[in-house]
């Protein structure tokens, strides 16, 4: 069965030939791979945009959604703050190296326990920015008028900076499985 990353680097132009995949008794053409990432994008339209900027590396997609949290923070923050917050959450999310530690599996395996979430990057499998590294990363896009202590910025912003990342991994954790969900069904 094709993988959801084989599916979402299919549609990329640079991977477009023409020809089915064949691997596996069903043919999946390129026809059928925009018609399946449709089907997600329809149900999960965030997760299929989280999904695409993480796998294929999409900057539209990316800023798609610093656009839509930009908008959606500023309803509750400075607008600036708001950019600010919805840059790192994309970061974090979209742009980051795969953990070091577990080699973006989220998992490890322990001598007498078996497999373990990986403690480096709780289970997500990218780098997990520490909270000095993200407080630089925030104010360092800010106006020097509105930057603030680290301390201040974990009491006052980090909850809904980590509401934003939590809701980002489920919505593309959503897409995920839907998108496994019609593969499979793609292959009988």
């Known amino acids: ?16 030939n023409g020809e089915p995949l064949s691997s596996g008794p069903s043919l999946i053409g390129y026809d059928e791979v925009l018609a399946i990432i449709g089907q997600v994008q329809s149900k999960y339209h965030v997760g299929s945009t989280v999904l695409d900027a993480q ?10 959604l610093r656009q839509a949290i930009t908008a959606s923070l500023s309803q509750q923050i400075d607008s600036d703050l708001a950019k600010s917050l919805a840059n790192a959450a994309v970061i974090e999310v ?15 395996e322990k ?37 603030m202590g680290r301390q201040k910025f974990l009491k006052d912003y980090y909850d809904q900076y980590m509401l934003v990342v939590d809701r980002l991994y489920r919505e593309s954790s959503n897409a995920s499985s839907f998108a496994k969900e019609i593969l499979s069904k793609c292959y009988f």
């Open 94 to 108: 979209c742009e980051s190296p795969v953990c070091s530690r577990c080699k973006g599996t989220g998992q490890l």
């Open 1 to 16: 069965m094709m993988s959801v990353q084989a599916l979402y680097t299919r549609q990329t132009p640079k991977c477009i």
């Open 55 to 64: 796998i294929t590396q999409n900057k539209q997609a990316a800023d798609s």
């Open 111 to 147: 001598k007498g326990e078996g497999i373990v979430q990986c403690t480096k990057c709780h289970g997500v499998g990218n780098h997990i920015p520490s909270q000095r590294a993200l407080h630089a990363l925030v104010m360092g896009q800010l106006p020097k008028d509105m930057r």
